[in-house]
């Protein structure tokens, strides 16, 4: 059963911009800290953003100032607005739920985002 329905990765040039999107039941968003991760080839996965019931958010260093998560309580959706992006961008970008009564965590099916020099 799939959980989150991730969309919007794609091919862009570095300086462009993509919209990621990921949605869910109304059940699992209400409850859950939603987050963005990202692995790239040969690498660990890691957290690019979340974001809190409460829409408090955090950020990994490395996008600080170009990705901006954000979610719409109304459409039970998280999205991740990229913008600036550089190569080292380039990754699969996961989506994750993690329930606050200490449930089990959702995960996506992944979405590719490349970015070209």
């Known amino acids: 059963q799939v959980h989150l329905v991730e969309s919007g990765g794609g091919w862009v040039q570095a300086g462009g911009s993509l919209r990621l999107s990921c949605a869910t039941s109304r059940l699992i968003f209400s409850i859950s800290t939603m987050g963005w991760y990202r692995q790239a080839p040969g690498q660990q996965r890691e957290l690019v953003a979340a974001?809190?019931?409460?829409?408090?958010?955090n950020y990994a260093d490395s996008v600080k100032g170009r990705f901006t998560i954000s979610r719409d309580n109304a459409k039970n959706t998280v999205y991740l607005q990229m913008n600036s992006l550089k190569p080292e961008d380039t990754a699969v970008y996961y989506c994750h739920a993690r329930p606050l009564d200490g449930g089990a965590d959702y995960w996506g099916q992944g979405t590719q985002v490349t970015v070209s020099s």
């Open positions: 974001v809190t019931t409460g829409s408090s958010t």
